[in-house]
């Protein structure tokens, strides 16, 4: 059984920057696809950015360009580092992990929630005006 556990969140105003960290545990396979979503209170749970098992990276187009997934398969631990933080980037982030197919298969578009086996708890990123 794959757990996982989010660190990182917190305050910042906006502009400012946060990187957020997922551990996986000791029975995470190596070659596992990886990603994080957000959802807001009221909102749907969307898709931030994904990394394949090669290394391969894909982002919502809002987070393009200011967000950064990377992974420690050594450590199993994947990280998202967040700058240029804006007030709608406010929401609960979650660590996702599972994801049967390679990104390829998702036209290189975060895959949707339900492709997803393991999640973690979530970790609360709140962004001030």
């Known amino acids: 059984q794959v757990q996982l556990v989010e660190s990182g969140g917190g305050s910042v105003q906006t502009g400012g920057s946060l990187k957020l960290s997922c551990t996986g545990s000791?029975?995470?396979?190596?070659?596992?696809?990886m990603a994080w979503f957000r959802q807001a209170p009221g909102e749907e749970r969307e898709g931030v950015a994904a990394i394949d098992s090669d290394g391969t990276t894909t982002y919502e187009d809002s987070v393009q360009g200011r967000f950064t997934i990377s992974k420690d398969s050594a450590k199993n631990i994947l990280y998202l580092s967040m700058n240029s933080l804006k007030p709608e980037d406010t929401a609960m982030y979650y660590c996702a992990a599972g994801l049967p197919l390679s990104l390829r298969a998702y036209g290189y578009y975060v895959p949707p929630a339900a492709a997803f086996r393991y999640w973690g708890q979530g970790t609360q990123v709140t962004v001030s005006s």
């Open positions: 000791k029975s995470t396979p190596s070659q596992i696809r």
